[in-house]
């Protein structure tokens, strides 16, 4: 291995401080609707279709995750030079892993990039919690018993929907930002709200 990759080896490791991520700026352009994840490594801006416009994202961004139902942080860069980094990736799948049944699945990369809009409008220097990340069909299908609302072809069993809280911040301010920007499914719950990159609908169960 040479010092070039020794030294972004060390990058990885490390991931972005809190000021990194306070700094990372967000910019909304009207430059006509993007298609796809591209390549299998290239970061694309994030589409969003119910304007057809394109949100420009920094070539390097990250995400600081928390879930909560293991304890477990990551803080990494998904994103680096444009393209997405596939260790940091690995990362963050593994955090949004079923837990009852410690499995894990490649999660969207769209939705790791809702999640990175998400964070830098209501604030980088917290986490967002994750409360539900991928689930087996199994672990579904169990939930679904006694949680109402529970679909039976879940996004989740598709590594494609989270829920999540952010602290200090009201899950009815988050799903109308969500709401306004029309990426997916978003749905408002009494302490958390839910995102997939489904269909654009919206639901309320508060």
């Not at 972005?16 to 700026?25: E, I, M, V, W, Y």
């Not at 980094?85 to 769209?110: F, I």
């Not at 529970?150 to 989270?162: D, F, K, T």
Request: charged share 25%.
């Amino acid at each position: 291995m040479d010092h070039g990759h020794r030294h972004l080896d060390k990058q990885l490791e490390t991931g972005l401080s809190r000021r990194d991520f306070a700094r990372q700026g967000l910019c909304l352009g009207a430059v006509g609707l993007g298609l796809g994840l591209g390549t299998d490594l290239l970061a694309p801006d994030l589409a969003v279709a119910s304007t057809q416009r394109t949100i420009r994202l920094p070539s390097t961004r990250g995400l600081w995750l928390y879930n909560k139902n293991t304890n477990e942080h990551s803080r990494v860069a998904h994103v680096r030079r444009g393209y997405y980094d596939l260790n940091a990736l690995t990362r963050l799948d593994w955090l949004l892993r079923d837990h009852h049944v410690d499995k894990y699945r490649r999660m969207s990369r769209r939705l790791y990039d809702i999640l990175y809009v998400t964070q830098a409008r209501f604030g980088a220097d917290r986490p967002l919690v994750v409360t539900s990340g991928y689930r087996t069909r199994a672990t579904n299908e169990k939930l679904a018993e006694y949680i109402p609302g529970v679909a039976q072809n879940s996004l989740h069993i598709e590594g494609a929907a989270v829920d999540f809280q952010i602290p200090e911040r009201s899950p009815r301010a988050i799903s109308s930002f969500l709401n306004d920007l029309g990426v997916g499914g978003v749905g408002r719950y009494a302490s958390h709200v839910h995102v997939d990159v489904g269909k654009i609908r919206q639901w309320s169960r508060v």
